[in-house]
């Protein structure tokens, strides 16, 4: 009896040991938030030229920062230009082809590679990815263009809303489109955390290790009078389209919101009607203008 009593005792200490050691290693990855947001990969898988595309290479320096690289995607008679803000995974050879088709209708992309992605240097972090689209759109708008749309997807598009709502460059910007974007980066990780038992239990204490001072859903009303279109999905399981549903209700119009029926993650432009949706709403902005803050 004592020696099963003994046995028991070990077998509970073992199950709470395992469970600690699994709930530590949890925490010191939430706590470091760059490996639960933040996926970026080094290698250029391929460039515009390969698909037989005109673009170039730019380098963004500056003093006490780390040089940034982006490819611009000319369009022979520019209407505008477009600041394209990729997903949070690998970097802009896997993701310009979702903007591909717009220097053909006449829009120039300037498509930026964050810190730590691809050739930019440094490790990306989210006041350093602030201070990179700042940047970009300050590049941008020094450029003589008609007209300065930031289009940003998933978690650029989540990071660029606090980003414009602070720029100092935002009067120079004629409008935005916002796709696959979350809301409130506490909620996504707990939504992430709901996939294995063990993470779902412990959701809430783990999801409040995330900083949410940048949270979309808390700038979003501020980028009005900036016209803003918002898309998603409506089959994305990586960012649920409720998201996009709560940043149209807490912006102020001018708004639109778009559920593409079928679409997943980051898909909702490979669909022509929604690209001929969207150069319907870019061709109706206004020229640069001065938003106020």
């Known amino acids: ?85 990729h997903g949070n995974a690998e970097n802009i050879s896997t993701h310009y082809r979702s903007v591909y088709w717009l220097p053909d209708e006449g829009y120039t992309v300037i498509a930026l590679d964050y810190r730590g992605y691809g050739l930019s240097e440094g490790s990306p972090s989210f006041a350093g990815l602030q201070r990179d689209i700042e940047r970009v759109i300050e590049y941008a708008a020094s450029r ?74 808390k700038f979003v009303a501020r980028l009005a009078p900036i016209p803003t279109l918002f898309l998603h999905g409506t089959e994305d399981t990586v960012v649920l389209p409720r998201h996009s549903e709560i940043l149209y209700e807490k912006a102020r119009e001018p708004k639109n919101l778009w559920l593409i029926p079928g679409a997943k993650h980051t898909q909702a432009m490979q669909y022509v009607s929604t690209r001929r949706g969207i150069l319907a709403f870019l061709n109706k902005l206004p020229s640069k203008t001065h938003h106020n803050r």
């Not at 949890?26 to 673009?55: D, K, V, W």
């Not at 982006?70 to 230009?81: C, D, M, N």
């Not at 007209?147 to 004629?174: C, F, N, T």
């Open 1 to 85: 009896m004592v020696l099963k009593r003994k046995q028991s005792m070990l077998r509970g200490m073992l199950r709470l040991m395992l469970r600690s050691s699994v709930c530590l290693v949890l925490l010191l990855n939430l706590s470091a938030c760059n490996s639960f947001f933040f996926h970026p990969h080094r290698i250029i898988y391929q460039t515009p030229a390969e698909s037989g595309m005109r673009y170039h290479w730019l380098e963004l320096r500056e003093l006490g920062e780390p040089g940034l690289s982006a490819w611009i995607l000319p369009a022979e008679e520019e209407k505008g230009l477009v600041v394209y803000l």
């Open 144 to 217: 003589p263009s008609k007209k300065l749309i930031v289009l940003a997807q998933s978690l650029g598009g989540a990071m660029a809303i606090p980003a414009v709502v602070s720029s100092e460059h935002r009067a120079s910007i004629s409008g935005m489109v916002i796709d696959s974007a979350f809301s409130d980066f506490r909620e996504v990780t707990r939504e992430k955390l709901e996939v294995f038992l063990i993470t779902r239990l412990l959701k809430w204490p783990l999801s409040g290790l995330i900083s949410n001072d940048l949270s979309p859903k």
